[in-house]
């Protein structure tokens, strides 16, 4: 590993976390003082957002372990062999997350998949939230000219 790897893999998690907890900040703090009227605001929640979607995606990736059979055993759930090798793309898509035992036990979280939805509609209405208030504050500084 050379100095410049090195130094982004200490440097950057501290920095990731830095701006997640600023933007945590400034959107609690922005609520109230009706800062959201401003479009570069809406920057804040959409971090927010996009942390908490990467942390609840990672615990919908890795639900299974390194070893999904002593993952599935250890929830009393029977390993299917068959099941798994017809179905072996299905623990590698990016979304839905699966990674199933067997056709009716899955040891991804029944929260995950349905959050990270409501996660990708909330950013969506941040990018419509940005918008708005850009059309807006264009329109109300013409009527003042």
Known sequence: MNAVSALAAI????LVLAVFVLSVWKTARGL???????PGW?????VVLIGIGCVVWFVGAFSGGFDVREACAARGVPYDDAYRTENW????QWFPLHNRCDA?????????NPSLVAIAVML??????AVATAI???KRSEKQD
Do not use: N, Q, T, Y
């Open 136 to 138: 807006i504050g264009r």
């Open 32 to 38: 109230p003082a009706r800062r959201w009227r401003h």
């Open 89 to 92: 793309r299905e623990p590698s």
């Open 11 to 14: 440097a950057l998690p501290p």
């Open 104 to 112: 009716d036990h899955d040891l991804v979280p029944a929260f995950v």
């Open 42 to 46: 809406w920057v804040f929640p959409a």
């Open 124 to 129: 969506v209405g941040c990018a419509a939230g």
